[in-house]
């Protein structure tokens, strides 16, 4: 499934602003099909609208030009974008 353009606003407003500086101390990259949030170590939070209206958020992990998904939440429904997001932000986490 692939993702829809999104609105940048209405998602960072479902994060919330505590949410986006407890992840990422207010950076945000904002991108066609959602953000990014750079959490620290080379780890990056995505959270994209998939095709059915819902969120993917990952926990990703970029070092020398590659990257690789470290975790995926999908079907993520707008009032737990940001719980996920704070989850996805914890690296080390089991």
Known sequence: MGFMECDNGTLVAQIGMRTILAVSGGRIIRRATGV?????????????????????????????????????????????????AYIASCYLDD
């Open 36 to 84: 990014s949030l750079p959490v620290r170590y080379g780890y990056v939070v995505t959270v994209d609208l998939a095709g059915n209206d819902t969120y993917t958020c990952r926990r990703v992990f970029a070092r020398g030009g590659k990257s690789w998904v470290k975790r995926e939440w999908t079907d993520v429904h707008c009032e737990d974008v940001g719980e996920v």
